[in-house]
């Protein structure tokens, strides 16, 4: 009797001991720095915010990840130890500003939560510790560098103190300058391409579907595939000419032809949300034909010449 309750006890622990290492492998310890821990789920959210900027997926990435997180627990340790402290406003107003970038990218705040697979209010929440720690090793360091006083003889001592055959190899380097001109529209080029959005705006108002016209049309890559959709989004996420059309339309409206850097813009608002618009737009990119090209070209013709002929100096003609 013993003997089977010793070994039912030895199959307890052995089940318990697996349902632990199951738990360890969901999240590990990466980095001890002094008194504090980097966790995997620490470097992943770091990579999955990276990520959701719009960047390409990178595994070697998450090696300088961990590198910049034990500096800066090394740097938050510290100013610990210094009393230097981060207030919970600037806390949010960091969090603000990194998720109003974040949704900008992902083209909008849906769109962001979709790829997080958390609502932004969550996100924020979980990102919060590593904010405040971060803006605590910014001011650390800060702190650090403010007391660096560094004199031109010093440098100068330094470098003539080093040995040259220990010296890295360069290899040839160049300083440039260049002078560039981007093609100019006239304005009968440029009234010629706004009547060809100006058609499309017609059939949409006449009865077309807005998302459809999007797909067909629109040379936005980063919304005409899904019907000119934008998400949710705050002023601060468009340029201003978008946003202050599309704050003044109202839900279904279809505005007028809005010019932007960006090109001509058709905008619809589907929905509003306290500070937010949900919007979509077809956008007509203002190309330059083959007369404004040649015209480009025939101007920077004329400009190197004057160089070339030292009629005018390179600095001048640039500016």
């Not at 803006?135 to 103190?161: C, H």
């Not at 100006?198 to 919304?223: L, N």
């Amino acid at each position: 009797m013993k003997k089977n309750i010793y070994i039912l006890f030895l199959l307890l622990f052995a089940s318990i001991q697996a349902s632990l290492a199951q738990r360890q492998v969901i999240d590990r310890v990466v980095a001890t720095v002094g008194s504090g821990i980097i966790l995997q789920s620490d470097v992943d959210m770091q990579y999955s915010q990276w990520l959701a900027q719009g960047n390409k997926p990178d595994e070697n990435y998450k090696d300088g990840i961990l590198e910049q997180l034990i500096v800066q627990k090394l740097l938050s340790q510290q100013a610990v130890i210094d009393s230097i402290d981060v207030t919970e406003t600037e806390v949010d107003d960091n969090l603000n500003a990194r998720l109003r970038h974040m949704s900008q990218q992902a083209g909008g705040q849906e769109r962001l939560e979709k790829f997080l697979n958390r609502s932004l209010l969550q996100y924020k929440e979980e990102m919060r510790p590593s904010v405040f720690e971060q803006l605590k090793a910014q001011k650390m360091r800060q702190n650090i560098v403010s007391k660096i006083d560094v004199t031109p003889l010093e440098v100068k001592r330094y470098f003539e103190g080093l040995n040259k055959d220990s010296l890295p190899y360069f290899n040839t380097e160049v300083e440039i300058g260049e002078i560039v001109m981007m093609p100019k529209l006239t304005d009968a080029e440029k009234k010629e391409q706004r009547e060809k959005i100006e058609g499309i705006r017609k059939q949409i108002v006449d009865g077309s579907d807005f998302g459809t016209m999007a797909r067909i049309y629109s040379q936005d890559p980063g919304s005409a595939p899904y019907g000119g959709d934008l998400g949710f989004g705050t002023r601060d996420n468009y340029v201003k000419e978008f946003s202050a059309m599309a704050f003044k339309l109202k839900p279904g409206e279809i505005s007028p032809i809005v010019e932007s850097k960006y090109g001509f813009h058709i905008i619809q608002v589907l929905e509003r949300r306290g500070e937010e618009v949900h919007t979509r737009h077809i956008l007509m990119k203002i190309n330059p034909g083959p007369a404004a090209l040649e015209r480009t070209k025939n101007k920077l013709d004329s400009i190197y010449k004057l160089v070339v002929d030292k009629k005018m100096d390179f600095y001048h003609a640039a500016t």
